[in-house]
Nanobody, 125 residues
Framework: VQLQASGGGLVQPGGSLRLSCAVSGVSGFSFQNYAIGWFRQAPGEEREGVSCVSSSDGSTYYADSVEDRFTISRDNDKNMAYLQMNSLKPEDTAVYYC????????????????WGQGTQVTVSS
């Protein structure tokens, strides 16, 4: 199983980015059984959960710091996950990772089996 995160970059405060996570090595039917999480890690900080989406019912969860600004979604037909990030702040600067786990419910705890390589997001004027 491989995950490829993309879409990061440099953006001004208040701007938007859309991160994508392409998953390969699982069949389309199998991918729908995976919970998906997005995490981030700033220099000198621990990896923190940003958002996740469950496989069972598509329920979504967000860290308080990104609630109402970020939106997670998944496309089971394309084996893709997305993180739409709006109203970005300098404190959102970090390397963002996607991760999947064969599970019904997702979690913001970084206990996922498969991880992508990360994509850098820098919010600065």
């Amino acid at each position: 199983v491989q995950l490829q995160a993309s879409g990061g970059g440099l953006v001004q405060p208040g701007g938007s980015l859309r991160l994508s996570c392409a998953v390969s090595g699982v069949s389309g039917f199998s991918f729908q059984n995976y919970a998906i999480g997005w995490f981030r890690q700033a220099p000198g900080e621990e990896r923190e959960g940003v958002s996740c989406v469950s496989s069972s019912d598509g329920s979504t969860y967000y860290a308080d710091s990104v609630e109402d600004r970020f939106t997670i979604s998944r496309d089971n037909d394309k084996n893709m996950a997305y993180l739409q990030m709006n109203s970005l702040k300098p404190e959102d600067t970090a390397v963002y990772y996607c991760a999947i786990e064969r599970a019904e419910l997702c979690t913001l705890v970084p206990r996922y089996r498969y991880w992508g390589q990360g994509t850098q997001v820098t919010v600065s004027s």
